[in-house]
């Protein structure tokens, strides 16, 4: 495919509704409007902007436009709460709303009661706006069992549960056509789309509309789009294609096939090629396609691109010296009406509830934990495997490099109790202190793993060990994310929380894609011989150099 087509559509204008005018970012009309529809008033807010737009793991992405704000889900796997929303008013600068799915409940595996539930979860699921009702809908199907619907009238919520559907839809697309009609698209090599009830609530038909030739191989991770009258499933090639399908004769098809990029280089240096992702509109009628890069250890990092279109309805990104740029100029929007929340920082946990920038490694009890005074973290689990430990609590690693330090309380600590800051994933370390016969002690700890069926398969080795005074501790983290090799993570502490003293070795962070989500920082407190303790955390930095 031609990767130069400068041309884009002439005659664009906004999906206005009924409903207040709001954009679905599913149905994206472009018929019937002037060619200055596309040159509404707007502002650039920066002269450009650098990829990745964010330097934190969000996979699976699908975007869209609501108005003037722009939302986006992502995969989470086992973390609770699940699909993340972000919210952004320029395409570039993101904040965590909320959470699509408040809880895991598909099984007690979720609960690390018994069972785990580590890889399996939320996977790539679908966000879109439905203005007839004025809410957004999140879409997705678990352990390719069944698919779930969640509804919401605000992105940060709260959301709850529509519907549970027997078809699992798997790495679906949703499209809120321009009659209301919900279609799904979904399925891996072999693409099927689904029209649902009006309420959304059960499937009216399922019809198979396209077979992925042996050429081209697997396709998965459906966006679905109706764009100038016609219907595009947005597909991806894992890890490094891009591919389209376009109809003009409705949404069941005939569907043809086009490739948007194959082998793509990337805007991270050493990451992957960009893909699964999804296509939105702005305000003034340009187009970008939001996509992934493999970027481990720190997982897959969200980068943006602007697209043009063909004359005859084929979308090209636009490269910059044949490659996913690393600059742009910044896309053209009003002015945002506020900041958006760092996602670095303090976190006091002055609020009773966690703020959305957290996530559990799978769901929490929620009787051993309480925020507002501090984050208060109570034995949950008597183990002495960190991966079968309920209530550790997880924090993304901002990129390319950033620094977790956490002031710990560990007065309420009893004998046999393990408390601490772990750079977590299927191999692991951590510094914190370890509690027994009376005594506490400092120590990193390595040699935390999991085999490919994420049974654990080492509990930790303790490598470096240091006495404790008085009954708080400042523990340091600091990861380099930058992928292609390991990287090093190391730990440090300090007794006042101005210097700090470095502890253990360097601890080399596994760059492997099949646990697929990246390195995460983590606050733990588990038992290993009775339930009862607690340590208390009254501030939370992440920072970068």
């Known amino acids: 495919m031609d990767m130069s087509c400068p041309r884009q559509f002439p005659d664009r204008r906004q999906a206005l509704t009924a409903a207040g005018g709001l954009v679905t970012g599913a149905f994206l009309s472009l018929a019937g409007a002037s060619p200055a529809a596309a040159r509404e008033p707007a502002t650039a807010l920066a002269a450009a902007y650098t ?10 992405i699908d975007v869209i436009r609501v108005g003037d704000t722009f939302y986006a889900s992502a995969s989470t796997m086992h973390y609770s709460p699940g699909a993340p929303v972000l919210r952004s008013y320029d395409l570039v600068n993101w904040e965590i709303a909320g959470h699509s799915v408040p809880v895991l409940d598909f099984g007690a595996k979720y609960d690390l009661n018994g ?10 699921s679908s966000l879109a706006y439905r203005p007839s009702n004025r809410t957004f809908y999140w879409l997705g199907q678990i352990d390719f069992a069944r698919t779930y619907v969640y509804t919401a009238t605000a992105a940060e919520g709260p959301w709850s549960r529509l ?10 697309g949703l499209l809120v056509d321009t009659d209301d009609t919900l279609y799904v698209a979904y399925g891996n090599t072999t693409i099927s789309v689904a029209q649902l009830s009006p309420d959304g609530r059960s499937q009216v038909r399922t019809q198979q509309v396209f077979t992925t030739p042996s050429s081209v191989g697997t396709l998965e991770g459906s966006r679905f789009y109706k764009i100038n009258g016609q219907y595009y499933i947005f597909l991806t090639r894992p890890a490094n294609g891009q591919y389209i399908l376009k109809s003009s004769g409705g949404p ?13 280089r990337g805007p991270i240096p050493g990451g992957g090629v960009p893909h699964q992702g999804g296509l939105v509109q702005t305000q003034g009628g340009a187009w970008y396609y939001m996509a992934f890069v493999d970027a481990y250890p720190g997982g897959r990092m969200p980068a943006l691109a602007p697209v043009t279109w063909t004359s005859d309805g084929w979308p090209v990104v636009q490269l910059v010296n044949g490659a996913w740029g690393t600059s742009y100029p910044a896309p053209a929007v009003p002015a ?8 670095t920082g303090v976190d006091t ?11 559990w490694n799978h769901n929490p009890d929620n009787t051993k934990w309480t925020s507002g005074n501090g984050l208060t973290l109570r034995t949950a689990t008597v183990t002495n495997d960190l991966y079968a430990a309920r209530n550790t609590l997880t924090h993304r690693i901002q990129g390319p490099t950033s620094t977790a330090t956490v002031q710990l309380d560990h007065s309420a600590m009893r004998d046999g109790d393990r408390a601490g800051l772990a750079l977590l ?39 470096a060990s240091a006495a404790v005074t008085g009954n708080t501790i400042w523990l340091r983290a600091s990861a380099d ?8 993570g190391t730990f440090s502490y300090s007794t006042d929380g101005t210097g700090f003293t470095r502890l253990g070795p360097a601890f080399s962070m596994g760059n492997d894609w099949r646990f697929f989500m990246g390195y995460r920082f983590a606050l733990f407190n588990h038992a290993t011989q009775a339930l009862g303790g607690a340590v208390r955390v009254p501030r939370f930095e992440l920072s970068t150099p």
């Open 51 to 60: 990829n990745p737009v964010i330097w934190q793991d969000f996979a699976d």
């Open 115 to 124: 069972a785990r539930g580590y890889v399996r979860g939320i996977w790539a």
């Open 163 to 172: 519907t549970t559907i027997n078809t699992p839809y798997y790495d679906a």
């Open 252 to 264: 069941f098809g005939p569907y043809t096939m086009r490739q948007v990029l194959l082998d793509l």
């Open 336 to 343: 945002p009406p506020r900041q958006v929340t760092p996602m």
């Open 349 to 359: 946990f002055d609020r009773t509830t966690l703020a959305p920038r957290w996530e």
């Open 425 to 463: 994933r299927d191999s692991s370390a951590w510094i914190g202190l370890k509690r027994d016969g009376g005594v506490t002690r400092l120590v990193m700890v390595n040699g935390l793993t999991m085999d490919s069926n994420w049974n654990t398969t080492g509990t930790g080795v303790e490598v």
């Open 481 to 488: 994310i930058r992928p292609g090799s390991a990287r090093p």
